[in-house]
């Protein structure tokens, strides 16, 4: 009876076995998946993540090329900077020594004329002298004749020696002072007349300079035409740096290239025509508007520093051009020299420009 109900009662052991495997199976199908997610996940990071460091490198070195054209242009810039200096002070010098020579001149006749007035007031001070001695001696004359033949002729006789010897020594002196005069007024002469050559010779050369000024100018205007936003205004030219310059900015654009490559042609015909021996020079000045540099701006920091910038942007040009580098001297006013006090957009830009001067050293 037992084995009977022994043999009657159910297994689950099978049915757990199986139930199992379902388990393992699922979990084995859970992992694959999530080994190919986790494996997916990663090769799409480790992309991402090199594509970023590679933009994050070329950015480094895009900002690593910009901060070095930087400093070579602040270094350039405050070489220009010294050159320009350097080259007023040598002008400063010259113009001193010039005027110090004509002082010396000067001083030095002025010296002798003094001498010679001074010499002229002792010799007419002496003549003075002499003549009242000469009064005094005539008058003893007189007196000795009034009184008794006594010795009478003895003493007339050295009265008129002494007299005799008062006529010599008046006539040498009157001579002197004669001789004295004429020296003092050839002085004068020859004074007046170096002057006037010194003058002469300036004016000349000022003159002779001012014909090429008419000329060169004529040539830009006809060159350039009418229409053009370069504009003549008195003994020079005045171009907007709107024309040549972004704002905030001293790289020429393509334009100004264009303008000045014209300019640069009628500057090296100008070289070959003016002579030798009158010094004359491009005067580059650059001027700004009155508004204040941008905060954070490191390629200049204020006003005159970019308008010395821009007018040797423009030198640059002119050399690459085929001008010669000593007749370019490039100046920065910043926003001091403007040509009108106003505050709107249009004064603003009139005060923007660069002036080209022909003119002496």
């Given at each position: 009876m037992?084995?009977?109900?022994f043999k009657?009662?159910?297994?689950?052991w099978?049915?757990f076995?199986?139930l199992?495997?379902?388990?393992v199976?699922?979990l084995i199908?859970?992992?694959?998946v999530?080994?190919?997610?986790?494996?997916?996940?990663?090769?799409?990071?480790?992309?991402s993540?090199?594509k970023?460091v590679?933009e994050?490198?070329?950015t480094?070195q895009?900002q690593?090329e910009?901060?070095?054209?930087m400093?070579?242009?602040?270094?350039?810039?405050?070489?220009?900077l010294?050159?320009a200096?350097?080259a007023?002070?040598?002008q400063?010098?010259?113009l001193a020594?010039q005027?110090?020579?004509?002082?010396?001149i000067a001083?030095?006749?002025?010296?002798?004329i003094a001498?010679?007035?001074?010499?002229q007031?002792?010799?007419?001070?002496?003549?003075?002298l002499l003549?009242?001695q000469?009064?005094?001696?005539?008058?003893?004359?007189?007196?000795?004749?009034?009184?008794?033949a006594?010795?009478?002729?003895?003493?007339?006789?050295?009265a008129?020696?002494?007299?005799?010897?008062?006529?010599?020594?008046?006539a040498?002196?009157?001579?002197a002072?004669d001789?004295?005069?004429?020296?003092?007024a050839?002085?004068?002469?020859?004074?007046?007349?170096?002057?006037n050559?010194?003058?002469?010779?300036?004016?000349e050369?000022?003159?002779?300079?001012?014909?090429?000024?008419?000329?060169?100018?004529?040539?830009v205007?006809?060159?350039l035409?009418e229409?053009?936003?370069?504009k003549?205004?008195?003994d020079?030219?005045i171009?907007?740096?709107?024309?040549l310059?972004?704002?905030?900015?001293?790289k020429i654009?393509?334009d100004g290239k264009?303008?000045?490559?014209?300019?640069?042609?009628?500057?090296?015909d100008?070289?070959?025509?003016i002579p030798?021996?009158?010094?004359?020079?491009?005067?580059i000045d650059?001027?700004?508007?009155?508004?204040?540099?941008?905060p954070?701006?490191?390629a200049?920091w204020?006003?005159?520093q970019?308008?010395?910038?821009r007018?040797?942007?423009v030198?640059d040009?002119?050399?690459?051009?085929?001008?010669?580098?000593p007749?370019?001297?490039?100046?920065?006013?910043g926003d001091?020299?403007?040509?009108?006090?106003g505050?709107?957009a249009?004064?603003?830009?009139?005060?923007?420009?660069?002036?080209?001067?022909?003119?002496?050293?």
């Amino acid at each position: 009876m037992l084995n009977v109900r022994f043999k009657d009662k159910t297994n689950a052991w099978p049915g757990f076995v199986d139930l199992f495997s379902n388990l393992v199976i699922i979990l084995i199908f859970l992992l694959i998946v999530f080994v190919f997610l986790w494996t997916t996940t990663s090769v799409f990071n480790k992309n991402s993540g090199a594509k970023r460091v590679a933009e994050l490198q070329e950015t480094q070195q895009a900002q690593a090329e910009q901060i070095e054209q930087m400093t070579a242009d602040k270094q350039e810039a405050e070489q220009l900077l010294i050159a320009a200096r350097d080259a007023l002070e040598s002008q400063e010098q010259k113009l001193a020594s010039q005027q110090q020579q004509q002082e010396n001149i000067a001083n030095a006749y002025e010296s002798q004329i003094a001498t010679l007035t001074s010499q002229q007031a002792e010799l007419a001070q002496q003549i003075s002298l002499l003549t009242e001695q000469l009064k005094l001696a005539t008058e003893e004359k007189e007196q000795l004749a009034e009184n008794g033949a006594e010795d009478r002729q003895d003493i007339l006789d050295q009265a008129n020696s002494e007299i005799e010897e008062l006529n010599l020594r008046i006539a040498e002196l009157e001579e002197a002072l004669d001789t004295a005069e004429r020296v003092a007024a050839e002085k004068e002469v020859e004074y007046a007349e170096m002057s006037n050559r010194l003058n002469t010779a300036l004016a000349e050369k000022v003159a002779e300079l001012s014909e090429y000024q008419s000329m060169f100018y004529k040539q830009v205007k006809t060159a350039l035409g009418e229409n053009s936003s370069i504009k003549p205004e008195g003994d020079r030219f005045i171009i907007q740096s709107d024309i040549l310059f972004n704002s905030g900015s001293y790289k020429i654009s393509a334009d100004g290239k264009k303008q000045l490559k014209i300019l640069a042609g009628l500057i090296k015909d100008l070289e070959n025509k003016i002579p030798s021996d009158i010094d004359w020079i491009i005067r580059i000045d650059g001027h700004t508007d009155s508004k204040p540099v941008i905060p954070g701006t490191t390629a200049y920091w204020n006003n005159m520093q970019l308008s010395l910038l821009r007018a040797a942007s423009v030198a640059d040009e002119f050399i690459r051009n085929g001008v010669s580098k000593p007749r370019l001297i490039p100046t920065g006013f910043g926003d001091m020299n403007p040509v009108t006090d106003g505050k709107d957009a249009k004064s603003l830009q009139k005060n923007r420009r660069i002036e080209l001067q022909l003119t002496n050293r």
